[in-house]
């Protein structure tokens, strides 16, 4: 499904949250909202939902203005995966995983299947955690679990607002990597919003940039770093390469650290070895 900003003006008084965004999300496509706090990043991602509401301007999916259609039904279409998951502490991980299936009437045959067939998706043993509990489950765990939640019933958008950042380095790697390689196999438009430029970077297939409302530039990562509208676009990508380098840079004196070469060893061996490891 492709999603449509036309014209989109979202104010508070006198205040803009957002200024005559233009934009469109392909069908597929892995789309990051990315820039400062108070950029307008969440203010857009619940517009497609709804759950905002633009005072001038149209959302579109498949060209098809989002005011046309019903409520319920368009949320239906589309999951949702907050920072704060919100598990139902009452229910077990089938049932949270297996409740909108259960809304929209699946059999309690079918949710199972469904629930069976997602664990193992998100390297989770469904046998081992079908009956578990949210306190039952570490943070990266119960994310994982509110990933399936959201994509349960097979949804053609999911929408992720900072999903990842309350988790500790380690969890929130892998779930990135998780995530995208999801999206691949699944084939679902995907809307992410993330203030880090680093965790953008790896997982865009393109990135619209905000500031203070407004747009400031829509690309591929690879063509924004090469040529950025704006000083504040620069700025920002700056920030994500010294970051890069920072964590490259760790990763070399690693390496040096835990190899051992001769005095015949030639030095472009040496350094290829290095560069190798640093970037793994």
């Given amino acids: 499904m492709t ?3 036309k014209n989109v003006t979202k104010k508070y008084g006198d205040k803009a949250v957002l200024s005559d965004i233009n934009f469109s999300i392909e069908s597929h496509e892995f789309f990051v909202l990315a820039g400062s706090s108070g950029g307008g990043k969440t203010t857009l991602l619940k517009m497609i939902n709804r759950l905002i509401e633009p005072n001038e301007g149209q959302v579109l999916i498949d060209d098809q203005d989002i005011q046309t259609i019903n409520l319920r039904d368009l949320r239906l279409q589309i999951g949702y995966v907050l920072q704060q998951i919100a598990l139902f502490p009452n229910m077990t991980v089938l049932e949270n995983i297996g409740l909108i299936p259960t809304m929209k009437g699946w059999s309690k045959k079918e949710t199972r299947a469904r629930v069976l067939e997602l664990l193992p998706l998100v390297g989770l043993d469904a046998e081992k955690y079908l009956n578990r509990y949210p306190h039952e489950l570490s943070g990266g765990e119960a994310q994982r679990i509110g990933i399936l939640r959201a994509i349960a019933c097979k949804p053609k958008i999911i929408l992720m607002d900072e999903p990842f950042s309350a988790l500790d380095p380690i969890s ?6 998780l995530v995208k390689d999801l999206q691949k196999t699944l084939k679902i438009t995907t809307v992410f919003v993330t203030h880090d430029m680093s965790e953008g970077m790896a997982m865009a ?6 500031k203070d409302g407004e747009l400031q530039q829509v690309g591929r990562p690879q063509e924004i770093l090469n040529a950025p509208a704006n000083t504040f676009v620069a700025d920002f990508f700056t920030d994500y390469q010294q970051d890069l380098s920072q964590y490259k840079l760790k990763n070399l004196e690693q390496a040096l650290a ?3 070469f001769s005095e015949e060893t ?4 040496i350094l290829n070895s290095l560069e190798d490891d640093a970037h793994e």
């Fill in 3 to 5: 999603i449509t900003f």
């Fill in 205 to 210: 297939d393109r990135i619209a940039i905000l």
């Fill in 258 to 260: 835990t190899h051992t």
């Fill in 266 to 269: 030639p030095l472009t061996e």
């Fill in 172 to 177: 929130r790697k892998q779930l990135q990597e």
